[in-house]
């Protein structure tokens, strides 16, 4: 689906924000996942 430009700039920077949190989470891309489906 297509997103706007707004909310493809949120998915980024959560993803840029889950990539440096990953050795903590563990799972990194649980989230982004669950954005990409959203």
């Known amino acids: 689906m297509h997103r706007p430009a707004r909310a493809r700039s949120e998915e980024h920077a959560d993803h840029h924000h889950d990539r ?10 649980s989230r982004t996942q669950r954005i990409a489906r959203a």
């Open 20 to 29: 440096s949190m990953s050795s903590e989470h563990g799972a990194p891309q």
